[in-house]
């Protein structure tokens, strides 16, 4: 995820501080990582370096240093842009756990039970996950429901290779 | 689309609708059979009543093709090579009417009988198959000393009215005219047809509509079977491009076939069961497998009209449901169905009833008038059935599970079961209107002779006249075992010298020859000794004992059994004075129920044997503990004269014509019945088969079987019971009218028990043997599905 | 072995239809309040699992504790009065009689225990408004979709307050955004009557929303919680 689009079209809205800006994010996308202030503060500078956003006034007093950006017509152009952007899906070609299925077969280990861990793994993540959604907000379950959607697929994905792991030992092993 | 033409894309659309029908795997088989069998059963029932035309001519012109004597009389037969002699010597043998002739030719080449290869000689005789086995069997026993002749050949099915036919030829070399017999040169008699009564022409007509409308539903059920699972399929074949149009001409192709399948089956059926004829004797009717063939026009009429109305039907039942490509719309609320067009159907039926008037066969317009005011007045129930079945259920709310399961499956489906039941009514209200009838009009047909069994049993009558015989009689029956009693009198008549001879008999009295022991139970006589002769009045016939009066004075010269009184013969009279002091008695209730009037002698004041024209008959009191005693009595008639007659007296005699046709209603309600209860026993268990599932989930959640099945029988009963109201009163209602029509009272309001009983028993059947498929559908096997 | 404390158990379930065996060795348990989903393959015999656990079919060998009681030894109308008082079910389809209404095929399960019908249908009614389809009370199955009909099924099997509620591929035949709200409402629903839930589904998803996963492959089970 693109910080610094998602820092300027917040801008779009209206001219804002600093903090002010970190505090939004936080609280729209950053369930799991909430920005760290520096985080905020080097972004700015490059989005003020590369002119898409400009400091639209500074406040003064106790503290750190309380400026307030406003985003730039270069900015808006650049936020345009990045929204209508497809993002490239995913493939997930290589994949770890297909790597350890490989090598536990070719070392005679059991493929079964480490698949079955993984399940059992992946399940437990789920139902966090699920109890996470239904205590919380729309935006929880979203966001939940996006990773339970993937972390379905993945056990989708164990199961099917559970069922063929006869017909991949006798691929990978060595006649 | 690109059609070669509209005739041939129709066909194609037929075809496919046969397509399914054959190829839908078992599913599709089971439907189509059902299907098949139910019609084949409606088939079945409908060439059977086509039949009843054929049966009934040719089992009568057998009949009459083997009659002698009738039809033919005052014609002299002159003796010639081809002519015979004969008796008839038919008689009882317990409860079985034997029937045939004793034969004498007269030259070499006598007339054959039908049926027969060559006549029997002297002490031979030829017997049908069934006579044959019965004198064989130990049963036959009493039988074979009665007609205690050679078997020398068998009589064949054309000379024959059934298999189960006793009938015999044999010869004689004794009998002649003299003694009763007489000659003919050939065996027939033409007999002109009797027109049918005009109250059995209503039964008939009542009959044929109590049989074919319920034969109308059935089908129309049978084509139905299935038909959620044939919609589903359907909306599958819009899916893939079909317009409505052609979805209609498929489900008319698939119900054609099974249709199709279904009347050829109705043949079959039609063809073994009439084959039930050869080895058992059903309801009395008698008669060959053979006879029972439909009429041609009848039967090319059953086999075009079926498969045309089933299509119809067909196409009627798509007219409420939509199908569209993703599944099949039914119009969900269902119009209520409103009554003002059902009632004027029944109403114009009752008023045709009342209008009409008693007709006889020949009365076309009458006959007509007749059978449209009872077809429009049952089918009058059929209309109404289903919309007070649908407002009766209507208003019904609470009850138990299973009332309630039951009344909601009524509330949203009422069309199916009021259908089935509407049969049942048909059959229920004309079987109670037709029992009313034949019960209203029992007193016409039942002929109460007011015979004394008590005093006399059985009765003989001779074939010729004869003193000698009477006494004869009288000595031999009396010599017989069981016979307590036995009066024999020589019966004829007397007339004054002087009066002029009256073919009417309005000059004659009765004149009965017999002796003292004989004369006591017909007058009440002080004192008799052989010699004397009473005037007996009081005889219940006041001109009778008018006649009496006028024309016996005591002293008046008769002339007794002067041929030419009665037939104009020739035979001379024999003169014969009453004594001046002859005693005038009182008469006395006879045991055959008569009360004579007239003259009686004993043979000392008369000679029998010189009264040509009399009549001698006998009247024998049995004693009923020994066994078959009648045919005891039979076996000593046959042997004192082979022609003679005998009888029981039986308090009432039924007369035969109503007797079969009642015979034949009760036949015809009771396969009525069966075929209705068929159809909802099939439509039932097609219900529960589609809810298969659902019933392995209620049994999950701990239903009761019997929840279940009480509520099934609910299903049943609820529309049974308000269809059986509403029968028996139109039955009682129509059967009132018709007595009304024959201007009959009613005499008994409660026959539609038995009738309604009949139909209660049907819906137990009906849940009874829904209830096997009930609980194998009640497993959770229907849980495992999908 | 029957784990301690728990409501309902099985161990080495054997069954078989015909010459296919559809459980071979299966054990399982669940505790008071607990919602295990049972998960598996199509044909792998989880719905077998189920059937033999609520006691609708009986297995071939192994035995079934439930409170105490040996479930294989109870007689056919024992085990369907269990089935009628502690027990609840959800399927996948077909499952509501389409002629009674909603409030109706609730209050079904009340009236088959002898409930008046004033009372089951009162109680139907608060079920019916805790699945939030009390709006379709007065309607028939056919009339509702099939969310609101999977919704008025929940409520159905949770209406006698049962201990052990058994569902089979409760959300099978809806979209994922009903079948989300409908395993919500059925959870919630469980947890707040303190009922067990077997919970028998092929989609993961669904199986989140349990406390513990039973895997059966190929007739034999497998307490993941124990793969640790």
């Given at each position: 995820m693109s910080i610094g689009h998602t820092l300027l079209g917040l801008l779009e809205a209206g001219p804002r501080h600093g903090y002010d800006l970190k505090r939004t994010f936080d609280e729209t996308f950053g369930h799991d990582k909430p920005l760290h202030y520096g985080q905020v503060y080097s972004t700015m500078s490059r989005l003020l370096k590369n002119g898409l956003v400009e400091v639209d006034g500074v406040e003064s007093g106790g503290g750190p240093e309380r400026k307030r950006y406003a985003i730039t017509e270069a900015g808006v152009t650049d936020v345009q842009r990045w929204l209508a952007t497809p993002e490239k899906p995913e493939p997930y070609l290589q994949s770890t756990l297909y790597t350890k299925v490989v090598l536990a077969l070719l070392t005679h280990r059991d493929a079964a039970e480490i698949l079955d861990a993984q399940r059992a793994e992946h399940l437990r993540m789920m139902r966090m996950l699920t109890d996470r959604k239904r205590k919380g907000d729309l935006a929880d379950q979203l966001i939940c429901d996006h990773a339970l959607f993937h972390l379905e697929a993945d056990l989708r994905w164990l199961e099917l290779t559970a069922a063929r792991l006869d017909r991949l030992a006798r691929e990978v092993r060595p006649a | 689309m690109s059609l070669p033409g509209p005739l041939s894309g129709r066909l194609r659309d037929l075809g496919l609708g046969v397509r399914f029908a054959v190829s839908g795997g078992r599913e599709g088989w089971t439907r189509t059979l059902l299907t098949a069998i139910g019609v084949g059963i409606g088939v079945l029932v409908l060439l059977g009543a086509a039949s009843v035309p054929t049966f009934l001519h040719k089992g009568n012109a057998r009949e009459h093709a083997r009659m002698l004597g009738m039809g033919s009389s005052g014609e002299h037969v002159h003796r010639s090579d081809h002519s015979f002699l004969y008796v008839d010597v038919s008689s009882q043998y317990r409860s079985d009417q034997v029937s045939g002739y004793l034969l004498r030719p007269d030259g070499a080449h006598p007339a054959l009988p039908p049926g027969v290869d060559k006549v029997p000689g002297p002490g031979e005789m030829v017997v049908s198959p069934a006579l044959r086995k019965l004198l064989a069997s130990p049963e036959g026993r009493l039988l074979k000393e009665r007609y205690d002749y050679r078997v020398v050949g068998t009589v064949h099915d054309a000379g024959l009215t059934s298999p189960f036919d006793l009938y015999l030829y044999a010869g004689s070399s004794t009998i002649d005219t003299a003694h009763g017999a007489h000659r003919a040169d050939r065996y027939g008699a033409y007999l002109r047809p009797q027109p049918l009564n005009p109250v059995l022409v209503v039964m008939v007509v009542l009959a044929c509509v109590v049989l074919l409308v319920p034969v109308a539903v059935f089908i129309a059920t049978a084509v139905r079977f299935g038909g959620e699972r044939r919609d589903r399929r359907l909306a599958a074949l819009r899916l893939v491009g079909a317009d409505a149009r052609m979805t209609r001409r498929t489900a008319a192709g698939e119900a054609l076939f099974g249709t199709l399948l279904g009347v050829a089956l109705g043949g079959v059926f039609f063809l073994g069961a009439r084959q039930i004829l050869a080895h058992v004797q059903i309801w009395g009717l008698q008669g060959f497998p053979a006879d029972v063939t439909p009429m041609p026009a009848l039967a090319a009429l059953i086999l075009l009209a079926v498969p045309l109305s089933a299509v119809a039907v067909t196409l009627f039942a798509l007219r409420s449901v939509t199908i569209e490509p993703l599944g099949v719309v039914r119009s969900s609320r269902p119009r209520p169905r409103r009554l003002w067009w059902r009632l004027p159907v029944p109403a114009a039926g009752v008023a045709l009833l009342l209008t009409a008037e008693p007709v006889d066969a020949v009365d076309v317009l009458g006959l007509v008038h007749i059978a449209a005011g009872v077809l429009l007045s049952l089918l009058g129930l059929v209309l109404v059935l289903p919309w007070l079945v649908e407002a009766a259920v209507r208003r019904l709310r609470g009850g138990p599970v299973p009332w309630q399961l039951a009344v909601r499956r009524l509330q949203l489906h009422s069309g199916g079961a009021s259908r089935a039941v509407a049969g049942i009514s048909i059959a229920v209200a004309g079987g109670i209107a037709l029992q009313m009838f034949t019960v209203g009009i029992d007193a016409d047909f039942r002929k109460t002779t007011g015979a004394d069994p008590k005093r006399a049993q059985f009765g003989a009558l001779a074939s010729y006249p004869s003193g000698a015989l009477a006494q004869r009689m009288v000595d031999d029956f009396g010599a017989t075992k069981g016979v307590k009693k036995v009066i024999g009198t020589v019966e004829s008549w007397a007339r004054p010298q002087r009066a002029k001879a009256d073919p009417r008999g309005a000059t004659t009295v009765s004149f009965t020859v017999g002796s003292c022991g004989s004369l006591r139970e017909l007058a009440h006589l002080s004192s008799c000794e052989n010699g004397d002769a009473f005037r007996v009045t009081e005889s219940h016939d006041a001109q009778q004992d008018g006649r009496l009066q006028k024309l016996a004075r005591p002293g008046t010269r008769l002339a007794v059994d002067d041929g030419r009184d009665l037939y104009g013969g020739t035979a001379k009279p024999v003169l014969w004075t009453l004594p001046k002091d002859v005693p005038t008695v009182a008469s006395r209730r006879a045991p055959d129920g008569t009360y004579f009037g007239g003259i009686l002698a004993t043979p000392g004041a008369i000679d029998p044997s010189r009264l040509h024209n009399a009549t001698t008959s006998a009247e024998i009191q049995v004693?009923?503990?020994?066994?078959d005693v009648y045919d005891l009595v039979r076996n000593t008639a046959f042997r004192i004269e082979p022609g003679m007659r005998t009888w029981n007296f039986r308090d009432v005699q039924r007369d035969q014509q109503y007797t079969s046709i009642r015979s034949g209603v009760f036949t015809a309600s009771a396969l009525t019945l069966t075929l209705i209860a068929a159809a909802m026993l099939v439509s039932q268990i097609e219900q529960l088969r589609e809810r298969r599932r659902l019933l392995s989930v209620l049994v999950a959640y701990g239903t009761r079987r019997s929840t279940l099945a009480w509520s099934v029988l609910w299903q049943t009963a609820l529309p049974v019971v308000l269809a059986l109201a509403l029968a028996v009163a139109g039955g009682l209602g129509l059967g009132r009218l018709m007595l009304g029509m024959a201007h009959k009272p009613v005499t008994d309001w409660g026959l539609w028990l038995p009738l309604a009983g009949v139909g209660l028993a049907s819906v137990a059947t009906v849940t009874l043997l829904s209830l096997p498929p009930l609980y194998r559908w009640m497993r959770p096997d229907g849980l495992r599905t999908e | 072995m029957t784990p301690a404390g728990s409501l309902l158990s099985a161990t080495d379930l054997r069954k078989s239809y015909g010459s296919t065996p559809a459980l071979d060795g299966a054990s399982f348990s669940v505790h008071p309040g607990e919602i295990v989903a049972v998960m598996g393959p199509s044909g792998s015999g989880k719905s077998t699992l189920l059937h033999c656990l609520a006691g609708i079919v009986a297995p071939d060998a192994g035995t079934i504790t439930y409170d105490g009681r040996d479930l294989t030894s109870l007689t056919d109308a024992e085990r369907s009065a269990l089935r009628r008082g502690e027990f609840g079910f959800v399927f996948q389809f077909g499952q509501l009689v389409p002629e009674l209404t909603c409030v109706e095929n609730v209050a079904l399960p009340l009236r088959l225990n002898g409930v008046k019908r004033k009372d089951a249908e009162r109680r139907a009614r608060a079920r019916l408004e805790q699945l939030e389809v009390d709006d379709v009370a007065g309607k028939r199955p056919g009339e509702v979709s099939g969310g609101q009909g999977q919704r008025v099924a929940v409520a159905r099997s949770l209406v006698t307050d049962p201990r052990v509620l058994f569902a089979d591929e409760p959300t099978g035949a809806l979209d994922s955004l009903n079948g989300e709200r409908v395993m919500e409402l059925l959870t919630d629903a469980a947890r707040e009557a303190r009922a067990a839930v077997v919970l028998v589904t092929h989609e993961a998803r669904v199986a989140a929303w349990s406390d513990r996963e039973v895997v059966v492959r190929d007739g034999r089970s497998r307490d993941m919680e124990f793969t640790r």
């Open positions: - | 004693d009923e503990s020994v066994p | -």
